[in-house]
């Protein structure tokens, strides 16, 4: 019993970091920098029958 829970946990574990690891990429690439400490990224606001809508948002850092 406690080996197949250890087994679950270690495979959520491991898909994790590999999904991180492959959309980790492509966050960073979804910004850029106006300067001044400004970024900003799309954000995915809505998905209606396949069409996705996104916003750009902007931060200013400290």
Known sequence: MKYAIA??????IASSVL??????????ANSTS????VKCTWVLVSSI????????VCRKGV
């Open 19 to 28: 999904a991180f690891a492959l959309v980790g990429p492509a966050a960073a």
């Open 49 to 56: 029958n396949g069409t996705n809508t996104y916003k750009q």
């Open 34 to 37: 106006l300067g001044h400490g």
């Open 7 to 12: 087994r679950i946990v270690s495979g959520l």
